[in-house]
């Protein structure tokens, strides 16, 4: 059983008789308290998806719940949900497009790498690969002789990210992108 000060974002944990999923971690250093941190985490049960609010000690322990991670990928947009794929037995797995309003901003139908986590059966949140490879659909023009160090502009990804890249990249290259910062890594390979 971790520590509350173990715990990452999207961590499965048994708290109050239901299964919740981590989906925000803020900690907090109290001013007086003598090296103790304080932890409030956002999570949502995994079956009504009733969303709490806790506040946990950095010493109290956790409950970790069965997960199950299925690599996947996105299929399609069925209204309000997203509709991946399991990649062995081609089981579908439909996501609320709230409940994983960040990750979509990374997955577009060429996106390898996606993992589905499964608790008791049902998915409840995707993972997704440290780095993702999108196109820009749209940004400022190049500047001839703008170095890969010079300043950053923005650019509009064809997920709808928006993210600072260098001068140099023009609408239409394909980028590599950290998953974790949201930031430029370099050119994808073609």
Known sequence: MPKA??????????????????????RSVPQGRAGGSIYRMRMYDVVSGAKTDETFKDS?????????????????????????MDNEDYTPYNLNKESIAD????????TQGIQVVL?????VAIELPSSVDLVVTETDPSIKGGSATARTKPAILSTGLTIQVPEHISTGDKIKVNTAEQKFMGRADK
Not at 65 to 83: H, K, Q, T
Not at 103 to 110: A, K
Not at 119 to 123: I, K, N, R, T, Y
């Open 60 to 84: 109290d322990t956790l409950t970790l719940a069965d997960l199950i991670r299925r690599n996947a990928m996105f299929s399609y947009l069925d209204g309000d949900e997203y509709v991946f």
């Open 5 to 26: 000060s173990d715990v990452k974002k999207n961590t499965a944990v048994e708290f109050n008789n239901s299964v919740y999923i981590i989906r925000d971690i803020e």
């Open 103 to 110: 990750e979509v901003l990374f997955i577009d139908e060429n």
């Open 119 to 123: 608790v008791d059966g049902s998915p």
